[in-house]
Structures are given as C-alpha cells and as structure tokens.
C-alpha cells in the first residue's frame, strides 16, 4: 500500500501473482477498484513486490526467475533486471531509507543490493549449503536499521548486518596548466623561440 498522499487521496496497492505481472490498483473515494498500471517482464511467479521509499516513485520486485527488477512507477519503464541468483528468488526487502534492497533465494544466499548504482554488494551464506531462504526483512527499528532477520528451511532465524562496502573516490590531482602557459608551449615549440 502507497502511504497516503496529501495531493490525491486516492488509495493505490502494489500486487504481484502467478500471472508473473505487477499491478497498481486505485481504490478510490467511492470504495471502487480500478487497475491503472502493469508491469511485466518476469517468466515466472512474482514472489515480492512494494513501492521503494521515501518518494514512492520506483518499485522493486522478485520473481522465481531469479531475477529481481526495478521499475519507473509513472512511467512503466524498466530501470533495471538485477541478475546473479542461480535459483528462484523466494523473497525481498528494500530499507526504510529506499537505498538498499536485499533478496533471499533457493539457492541459500541473500544478496545485498544497492538501488542507486544497481549493483550486488555482498553476498550472505548464513544458512546451510543449499537450503531455502524462505524470507527476509530489513529491520525498521530506529536504533539498528542496518540489521536484517532471515529465515531458511535449515530452522534457522538469522539476525545480520547489512553492511555496504564505502566507495573511495581517488583524490583529484590538481592540474596547474592554464590556457596561456599551454599556447605559451605549443608557439614556443613550432616557432623554435620563445615570445
């Protein structure tokens, strides 16, 4: 469910199903429902599926095809497929802060993804080798939000960190050339002399 807008007051809810497509349905003031939005582009079951905070503008989704995507919500355009399960995706979650986005697979591994440069982050293999992993849930306590629980058909519940590499720019080297002292070189090499 979209948090309420303060512009429309028209309730709108994010589904996904067996017809491997997302949906956005309007229900209005009048109790009416209404489809306004599909999204396709999985080959199987769509497992999750929400609205990424704060602005409510993208979704994200999984489907048992291994994949999970990322889609324009005004405008219907595929952002991105985020690949790298070998098996279905059994669940997801994306951060209260709408910056990261984890995934839990049949192939015993969560994924950790950042949703600004789409890119996998790290990988968990808390659970036994090769066994479901059933759910996953960023927590949305104020005091940890980083922490996230799994569960897997190996009867365990994990608690762990998300923790996302910190990208180091190179420091700049400052360039001390400027325009006069470059055409100062280029005339002093084709006229032999210096002017």
Not at 13 to 20: E, M, T, V
Not at 115 to 142: D, S
């Amino acid at each position: 469910l979209a948090p309420p807008s303060l512009i429309d007051p028209n309730l709108y809810i994010l589904s996904g199903g067996d017809d491997r497509a997302v949906k956005i349905t309007k229900i209005d003031e009048n109790n009416e429902a209404e489809c306004v939005a599909n999204f396709e582009g999985f080959l199987s079951i769509v497992s999750y599926c929400t609205f990424i905070p704060p602005n409510n503008k993208f979704i994200f989704a999984t489907s048992f095809d291994c994949n999970a995507h990322v889609w324009d919500a005004y405008s219907g355009r595929l952002i991105v497929r985020l690949e790298g399960h070998t098996d279905s995706i059994l669940d997801g979650s994306v951060s209260k802060d709408g910056k990261l986005a984890l995934t839990s697979s049949m192939d015993g591994i969560v994924r950790l993804w950042c949703l600004q440069t789409y890119r996998c982050l790290r990988i968990y293999k808390h659970h036994a080798h090769k066994k479901w992993i059933k759910c996953v849930q960023f927590c949305f306590n104020n005091a940890h939000p980083d922490y996230f629980y799994t569960a897997g058909l190996d009867n365990r519940l994990v608690i762990a960190k998300a923790v996302a590499p910190k990208v180091v720019k190179p420091a700049k080297k400052k360039d001390y050339r400027t325009v006069s002292k470059m055409k100062v070189n280029s005339w002093t090499k084709s006229r032999g002399k210096k002017n």
